[in-house]
């Protein structure tokens, strides 16, 4: 008799990127940073077969997100209906009905149409909120079945703090602190972190004096305090995270299948990804190591590291974080580039010998095979675009469309502007936030006062779009929140903080 070997991994395991190996799942999860100062990854990613890609063609984003975690999760873990209940009660938080629809501009460039992927549609209006509604159900559901509670550390550079807020809420063993650069990110981006931060015991909400690289470094050694973080039980949501990545990888499945001229063929199909921290990039990379047929283009603002690093072979921090009008990519150190060094090299040791001469020296010198390494895993190609650039591309897109995008969206539509693919291969931008978030840019942008702006993005998403209204509400609110100012030793701040939650 034959026996069917089922393609679904019976158990899977993650890794640290510096070596520590056999995290489950569950371990990985509450984790954030692995113990070892690495980040988490699986420890092998499937291949999907011929007759799994094809029956993937045919799902819907919430039916896709089920199949491919199921990949990512041993059943033993995470049985199929707890799965299937955590997927469904993520995806019903989104206003449409796809989760993630496709919107095509034509006529944008001669190469043929710009389809754009709406990942905004979630409560805070960004892409965090695929992750992080399904994150925060699975911290929960860890988190009830050990009886214990979890502090939330995020360092944000503007979204991923309502976002992960926002998942945290009305789950009351999840306590969430969140640090951003005051004065650095939009003045949406800060209502929508202290107004529901003034609501809620569980949320606490510091604005930093500094940029979101600084606000980092204490969160950075917290984590590494290894006795400090079991006892205080610290997690994260960032990017850092792992369910963050994975999820991250779902629409790229989702977009492909609704674009690619011959999906059965697996004809290729090329995604412009705005680029901070670079977990939209893993994610695409962690797709294209599962089969699917996709080529990268990085697109990030005017702090490229990541244009250097990829066409320039240069491992270096910037002297600066410069301002630019798409703040949450005003990044000089994108800590997902430890995922793509282990997905090239899949060793331990090259990484952390690369990460620690990195964090220490602030630049290190790449193996002489990088580049080869990297064709090997895919296409990758990478471009920056200046805030005018950005603004043009804005304009434009409104001009011929009457449809906006926000300037996020907008480096990537630059990128897809200037570096065409071939006519036969599809273009997908990232569409990473919606335009409601960012008024001041819209009408800097588009010549109009900033009312007539903030009336045009609601249109955008239209009235009936809830989460939009809801965000378009809070223009006028004033709330009260900690400020930490550069005197201040931020380490012993959240010390201080976390202590007082413990003591409760």
Known sequence: STTTVSATPIKMAYVSTRGMKGMTFEQAVLAGWADDGGMVLPETVPVLTNDEFQAWSKKTYPELCVAFLRQMISSDELSDEALQAIVDQSCKVFAHQEVTPV?????????????????????????????????????????????????IMVGTSGDTGSAAIEACVGRPRLHIHVLFPDGRISHIQELQMTTTGDQHDNVHVYGVEGTSDDLDRPLQALFQDIPFKQKHHLGSMNSINIVRILVQAVHYFYAYFKVAKDAQAKTPVRFYVPTGAGGHMTGGIIARKMGLPIELFVATNENDFMVKLLQQQQLKIADEVLLTNSPSMDIQVPYNIERLFYLIYEDADVVRQLMEQFYKDGQAVLPDDFVTRLSELMTIEAAAATSAEVASAIQAVHNKHGYLVDPHTGVAVVAAMRHAAPKEVPRVVMACAHPAKFPETISKSLGC???????????????????????????????????????????????AALEAVHAE
């Open 103 to 151: 919107t095509t501009l034509e006529g944008m460039a001669p190469e043929g149409p710009i389809h754009v992927l709406e990942l905004w549609h979630g409560p805070t209006l960004a892409f965090k909120d695929l992750g992080l509604q399904l994150l925060g159900s699975i911290l929960q559901h860890y988190l009830e079945k050990r009886d214990t509670h979890l502090n």
């Open 449 to 495: 006062d900033i009312e007539e702006a903030r009336q045009l993005t609601l249109a955008n998403g239209g009235e009936t779009h809830q989460h939009v209204s809801k965000v378009h509400q809070l223009w006028t609110r004033k709330v009260p929140y900690t400020k930490l100012t550069k005197d201040q030793d931020w380490e012993a701040v959240l010390r």
